[in-house]
């Protein structure tokens, strides 16, 4: 019996996890992108109808700078990635299945560290499987929230709300070309449960290396990508259903996830996660 203990508390300490939890200011209070954007600070937006406006933060969710994007509007800015040039902003947040309009935003990585306003360049996007504007109910995967640089390209995986929830998140791949009109066509399918939308719909993505990992509104996934597919294993569930947004990786498996905050899934919040 003492060996049995031995090994269980062995295997739980494996599980074990620090966290920290910061209350974001009312400014971002509707949180809906987060990317790191130097090894003390870290970038957030808001989603739509709010001011195009990139937030500058320390680690704690402190504000220490505004950007203003002069020659954008956020129609429904819902995530953020960056790379070693440029920071990305899709709006492409498409709640309804409806829009035309959607597109991805780059702008000078530099520029945002150093400028109080910034100008982008846009790429407009549209997927080629969308075919109805909004299609019926058993085909609603063309809402967006999760973007991340990896491997050279831009990953985007759909946010599902099909009825009945089928648990299929859409995966598209484009490389950022300025003032074009890009239509892209469906690489794989990302397949969680067909539990429900609050479990199982894609909300953000972020790179770890040769991996992404991407958020639900109850844990956190890491994707990999071995020659005979696409492998997935959750790495951390949340205590609770959490209105989670986004997510920045800070490398050696710590992580930031940011919640918007909602009447009764709690305020807005970044949250530190550090996993064995």
Not at 84 to 113: Q, T
Not at 114 to 135: C, D, G, H, W
Not at 148 to 162: A, D, R, Y
Not at 195 to 220: F, P, Q, W
Request: overall charge neutral; aromatic content about 12%.
């Amino acid at each position: 019996m003492k060996g049995a203990f031995g090994l269980l508390a062995l295997f739980l300490s494996s599980f074990v996890f620090a966290q920290a939890d910061f209350k974001l200011p009312s400014e971002l209070s509707e949180i809906s992108g987060l990317e790191k954007l130097t090894d003390s600070l870290l970038i957030a937006i808001n989603d739509g109808g709010n001011e195009p406006l990139i937030y500058v933060l320390d680690l704690t969710g402190k504000i220490r700078a505004k950007k203003v994007v002069s020659n954008a509007t956020n129609i429904d800015w819902e995530a953020l990635a960056i790379d070693e040039k440029y920071v990305y902003i899709g709006d492409f947040g498409n709640n309804l299945n409806e829009r035309k309009d959607l597109c991805i935003y780059r702008i000078n990585r530099s520029d945002v560290a150093t400028l109080n306003e910034v100008t982008a360049e846009k790429m407009s996007i549209s997927y080629r499987e969308q075919k109805e504007f909004p299609p019926n109910d058993k085909e609603r995967y063309f809402d967006a929230e999760a973007m991340t640089f990896f491997e050279g390209q831009l990953w985007i995986f759909t946010k599902n709300s099909t009825k009945p929830f089928d648990g299929i998140s859409f995966i598209y791949m484009v490389q950022f070309e300025a003032n074009q009109a890009k239509s892209l066509s469906k690489v794989t399918e990302l397949k969680l449960n067909k539990t429900s939308y609050l479990k199982d719909a894609v909300t953000s993505a972020c790179t770890e290396g040769h991996s992404i990992v991407v958020t639900t509104y109850n844990r956190l996934i890491k994707l990999d990508f071995p020659k005979q597919g696409l492998s997935k294993s959750n790495i951390y569930k949340y205590p609770h259903i959490q209105q989670v947004e986004a997510c920045a990786c800070l490398g050696d498996h710590s992580y930031f996830i940011s919640n918007e905050n909602h009447k009764f899934l709690g305020p807005a919040k970044l949250k530190l996660l550090k996993l064995p």
